[in-house]
């Protein structure tokens, strides 16, 4: 299998283009006509930048209004379509993309649109050429890819066959297994996009908010697996028209969508598997059991406060490392780690962030299974020299250069604590905290989508909705991610602007990745009085909310002056009840989160976010003032 991308996909010059196409790996491109005619360079020459970077010319595209055309249209129609067989020649590839007409004079009737392709096949052959034809969802008369299949088989020419688009089969809602009646070698190219499941004008949806496989709600995995059942082998190629991706990093778009179609066509392999897809073979999606550990790079006053704000959360100083300045802090299945190190990637990361987190670590069922898969999907590898008695444990790159770390007990990576580690202080009872129930992740927002991909490809997990939070300076735009289970979970936050809590935690953090951590209680009302008697100091929250709070839920007064009394916040849903208490921002807006879930509720207390951010900002101080 080929893997190709549209020059329109990403931004930059064409030059620029190219060069991140080919460092992402993909074997060629759709030279969309558009890149060519803004550059200067002669079509000969075009072509041989292209294959000096090790790519091809998998397609030209788009040859609009052709078919269907009354006379004198119809001749001109053909006058154009020399002239771009002329450039194709030049160029050095062979097939051209015609799109179904929008042309207003254009008329319908299959057999005169199959004459004129017949016509246009006879005079591609002439030249070695092949032309594809793909329905628009929004074309005059053709809009589905059945009439267009009906069309290429009608006009009976080896050099014309079907061009599949899923955008245009999919945002129509037609049934992607009619693919499975289209011989295979009739189909001449395919062109994946996914898109969000929001009703809009069709053309409108496909011009702007197009999107990688896996970052929409097309049912893309169900489109390729028809098109693999007929035993098309040509080349997969991404057509996206999306106004973040044109603005963004041509490399890190291009690597998004080949992230996306080595794990959609991995996903083919495994949900068709008589199907032949010529990939090397990859790991599943790895399993995470939940997270391992959260390591804070720190140094000096600050790493004094943290390890006391740890303390009134009632976690105990359990271990210190053999050979660096590092503290483990544990409470219930919680381990948090505090590295004070001045050299090696911590000390880096605490210099460009300051108090951070550097690194997050997986319980995953194969560490070394789970780096293999991200390495197929070109990720980052994570490596610096361990020391005497310490353990090579597998991590890969993550958010804002963090690392991401992978533990699995097979292979005896789960017992780094006791290796790495010894005893320190006691055994204390703590505040009845048990585990992490997620991490919350703050980035600007044009980056979301490429993390969500980056997730849901290599862990198995799922994604909600993506909704907006209300900051009284701006909006932030957040989703949720999770395994099915629950036992990981992350909240992807993405910032607008820097007057939002999000936007602000990212301006004086340069970019760190972590801005909140919620730990899980079984009891919040005990664990608030037991960190309350540490000496813990919660984030206050305004008389206003608990009346309002009264209104909305149908909640005992005695249960309203537990929440008031202890600044919990309430929430319900379908499944059951969350409450949810928080510390005062920390290190430039960093804060804990200690919830309960009861009864299976399933969010993460969305409409309380308004009112807590409220909360935080209006203790939030000018820059370098600490606050008390």
């Excluded at 002329?86 to 009737?109: K, W």
């Excluded at 073979?281 to 943290?306: H, K, Q, W």
């Excluded at 090696?344 to 070394?368: F, K, P």
Aim: charged share 25%; aromatic share 8%.
């Amino acid at each position: 299998m080929k893997t190709s991308i549209a020059t329109v996909s990403i931004s930059g010059n064409l030059p620029e283009k190219l060069e991140a196409i080919a460092e992402a790996g993909f074997d060629g491109i759709e030279i969309f006509e558009q890149d060519f005619i803004a550059h200067d360079g002669a079509p000969r020459e075009v072509g041989e930048m292209i294959r000096a970077m090790g790519l091809e010319i998998t397609l030209f595209q788009p040859f609009r209004d052709f078919e269907g055309l009354p006379e004198p249209l119809r001749a001109k129609a053909f006058d154009r379509a020399e002239r771009k067989f002329d450039l194709m020649q030049e160029l050095g590839t062979d097939l051209v993309l015609v799109c179904s007409s929008c042309h207003p004079q254009a008329l319908g009737g299959i057999d005169r649109a199959a004459a004129d392709f017949h016509e246009l096949g006879d005079r591609a052959a002439s030249r070695g050429l092949r032309v594809g034809f793909e329905a628009l969802a929004w074309g005059r008369h053709v809009n589905d890819h059945r009439d267009a299949w009906e069309i290429v088989r009608r006009a009976d020419h080896a050099s014309v066959g079907l061009v599949l688009d899923s955008f245009h089969s999919l945002a129509r809602r037609i049934d992607p297994d009619t693919i499975r009646r289209i011989p295979g070698d009739r189909i001449f190219f395919v062109q994946l996009a996914d898109a969000p499941g929001i009703e809009m004008d069709l053309l409108y949806l496909s011009r702007h908010f197009r999107n990688m496989p896996g970052e929409g709600d097309l049912p893309v995995i169900d489109f390729m697996r028809a098109v693999a059942a007929t035993g098309y082998a040509g080349p997969i190629s991404l057509e996206i028209f999306n106004d973040l991706f044109r603005s963004g990093r041509p490399r890190s778009v291009a690597m998004d969508g080949y992230r996306s179609l080595v794990a959609l066509m991995d996903d083919v392999r495994r949900a068709e598997p008589a199907v032949a897809v010529d990939l090397p073979a990859m790991p599943r999606r790895a399993t995470v059991d939940g997270v391992s550990f959260i390591e804070f790079a720190s140094r000096g006053a600050e790493a004094d406060a943290l390890e006391a704000m740890l303390d009134t959360l009632g976690f105990r100083h359990s271990g210190r490392h053999i050979a660096k300045t590092l503290s483990l802090w544990t409470q219930g299945a919680i381990r948090i780690v505090i590295n004070r190190e001045t050299r090696g990637y911590a000390s880096s990361a605490y210099n460009m962030h300051g108090t951070t987190v550097c690194d997050i670590g997986l319980s995953v069922d194969d560490a070394g299974a789970a780096v293999a898969r991200a390495r197929h999907l070109g990720a980052k590898p994570f490596d610096q020299p361990v020391g005497p008695g310490e353990l090579q444990i597998p991590a890969i790159r993550g958010l804002s250069g963090s690392v991401l770390h992978f533990i699995d007990e097979a292979s005896g990576l789960g017992d780094v604590w006791q290796v790495e580690f010894t005893a320190a202080g006691h055994d204390a009872p703590g505040a009845g905290l048990t585990r992490i129930d997620h991490l919350a992740q703050t980035m600007s927002y044009d980056e979301m989508l490429s993390w969500s991909l980056f997730y849901t490809t290599l862990f198995e997990m799922d994604r909600a909705p993506m909704v907006d939070v209300i900051d009284p300076d701006g909006l932030v735009r957040s989703q949720a991610l999770e395994s099915a289970d629950g036992q990981f979970r992350i909240t992807l936050n993405g910032a607008e602007t820097h007057r939002t809590l999000a936007g602000n935690f990212l301006a004086d953090s340069f970019g760190a990745s972590v801005q909140h951590i919620a730990l899980a209680s079984d009891d919040i009302f005990a664990s608030a009085a037991e960190m309350a008697r540490r000496g813990f100091r919660p984030l206050p929250m305004s008389e206003n909310y608990y009346a309002d709070l009264a209104a909305r839920f149908a909640l005992a007064p005695e249960m309203l002056d537990r929440l008031r009394a202890a600044n919990i916040l309430y929430d319900e849903d379908a499944g059951g009840a969350f409450l949810q208490f928080y510390s005062r921002p920390f290190a430039g807006g960093m804060f804990f989160e200690i919830v309960e879930r009861r009864a299976g509720y399933g969010g993460y207390g969305g409409p309380n976010a308004p009112f807590r951010i409220a909360a935080q900002k209006r203790l939030m101080r000018a820059k370098g003032v600490p606050n008390q």
